[in-house]
């Protein structure tokens, strides 16, 4: 069976979306009658990882689990770049000493065949002739794979140069001059480039086309099931980052005075643990999280007015463009401590600006089902090579 692999960002959104897409690509595959894919998952995360990745995809796993594997050595090397464990600055000063040497390696650990390992922790090799095609998600790295495809809501290149006329980026400008070609080489290797919208710029209107093989989409994240809406009372969900170090974005949610849902019910005394998808309850009246645009969609597609914390200067710049452009397009409000009155307010404004938005996509695309748009664009691409 061959395989594709996925090459992510940091965080616990873009290897999500990327696995998500991978089986919208075989979905698609499977309706046509063709066969489906191994997905290869860098590791990163270790156990947390593996307990989100059963939680979102436990179906699939239990059902044909040997179709997700997990790959240990690239998510090491993938780890090493990812910003997190080091404020941005910082990652971007490693990243920029560590590039050459990194895509070296990878790049011999691909040549040498990688090594999948199934949820239930059987070794499965997978030789590199074996492998078709990447999908990526705003990546640090390139993998030897061709075809390779970029998905996004922007690019990290174009990110940086916006953040270069930014005051309020603290990040060096020295650095991020240096740090810039670096993206740019690795965005010119992929055969499509799918930037989803709403992202980072889409405050601007439209823009030019960075390159031929650009195609805008529909968020591409999974469209919300039905959620449980069983004893869940009025109150706030509050999403929190899976980047250490910035849960203290998080701290001011309980003075709102909602009770709170939340992923990580450590973090606030007397919250109870739920998972995103209660977001679409009648009775969850706010989401708060940091901006990325996974969260951003889900607020989006259940019309629940989204919050978000004040761009934190260690954040990656993309959060300070994101905020900007959420305000700006009344998709969202930065949290800084208004009363909860305020935020219900908001509430009306935000829902019927989600609902202009929503009703734009469709006509402009036909769905708002990224996913199955992006995976059907992708299949047409390779099955014509």
Same mark, same amino acid.
């Given at each position: 069976?061959?395989?594709? $692999?996925?090459?992510?960002? =940091? ?29 290869? $998952?860098?590791? &990163?995360? /270790? ?40 404020? =941005?600055?910082?990652? !971007? ?6 590039? #050459?040497? *990194? ?10 065949? *990688?090594?999948? &390992? ?5 070794? &499965? ?7 078709? %095609? ?6 640090? $790295? ?21 953040? +270069? ?13 240096? &740090? ?42 999974? *469209? ?6 069983? #004893? ?25 005075? +909602? ?25 969850? +009246? %706010? ?15 259940? !019309? $629940? ?20 452009? *959420? ?15 305020? +935020?219900?307010?908001? /509430?009306?404004?935000y829902r019927k600006n989600a609902e202009d938005v929503k009703e734009s996509l469709i006509e402009k695309y036909g769905t708002l089902d990224g996913?199955? =748009? ?7 691409? =390779?099955?014509?090579?």
């Amino acid at each position: 069976m061959p395989s594709l $692999v996925l090459n992510f960002a =940091y965080g616990t959104g873009p290897f999500l979306r990327t696995v998500e897409l991978a089986l919208a690509i075989n979905d698609c595959l499977e309706q046509a009658g063709r066969a489906r894919f191994k997905i290869l $998952v860098p590791w &990163v995360y /270790g156990e947390k990882q593996k307990q989100i990745m059963r939680e979102e995809f436990g179906e699939i796993i239990d059902r044909k689990p040997e179709e997700i594997l997990l790959e240990k050595a690239l998510g090491n090397y993938l780890k090493s770049f990812f910003f997190g464990e080091k404020n =941005y600055e910082a990652s !971007l000063e490693y990243y920029l000493d560590n590039y #050459r040497k *990194l895509q070296e390696t990878i790049e011999s650990h691909f040549a040498n065949g *990688l090594t999948g &390992v199934t949820f239930s922790g059987q070794v &499965v090799p997978i030789a590199k002739k074996d492998i078709a %095609l990447s999908i990526a998600r705003a990546p640090r $790295v390139s993998f030897p794979v061709k075809p390779a495809y970029y998905t996004s809501f922007a690019y990290i290149s174009e990110i940086l140069e916006h953040s +270069l006329y930014e005051e309020k980026i603290a990040v060096s400008k020295t650095l991020l001059k240096k &740090v810039i070609p670096l993206y740019k080489e690795i965005e010119d290797r992929f055969a499509l480039h799918f930037i989803a919208e709403p992202g980072t710029f889409s405050y601007l209107g439209e823009r030019p086309l960075r390159y031929q093989s650009e195609i805008s989409t529909p968020p591409n994240a999974a *469209l919300p099931p039905r959620p449980d809406c069983r #004893r869940i009372e009025k109150g706030l969900y509050v999403t929190v980052t899976g980047i250490p170090g910035l849960d203290h974005l998080f701290r001011e949610a309980s003075k709102i005075g +909602l009770q709170i849902y939340t992923n990580k019910p450590d973090l606030f005394p007397g919250s109870r643990k739920a998972s995103p998808g209660i977001i679409g309850c009648r009775n969850i +009246l %706010l989401h708060l999280a940091r901006s990325g645009w996974g969260a951003v969609w889900l607020s989006l597609f259940h !019309l $629940v007015p989204f919050i978000t914390p004040e761009y934190d200067k260690d954040d990656d710049p993309e959060i300070y463009f994101n905020n900007l452009c *959420l305000e700006k397009m009344g998709l969202g409000q930065t949290y800084r401590g208004q009363p909860l009155q305020e +935020l219900l307010e908001f /509430g009306r404004e935000y829902r019927k600006n989600a609902e202009d938005v929503k009703e734009s996509l469709i006509e402009k695309y036909g769905t708002l089902d990224g996913l199955k =748009y992006t995976a059907q664009k992708i299949i047409e691409h =390779y099955s014509n090579l």
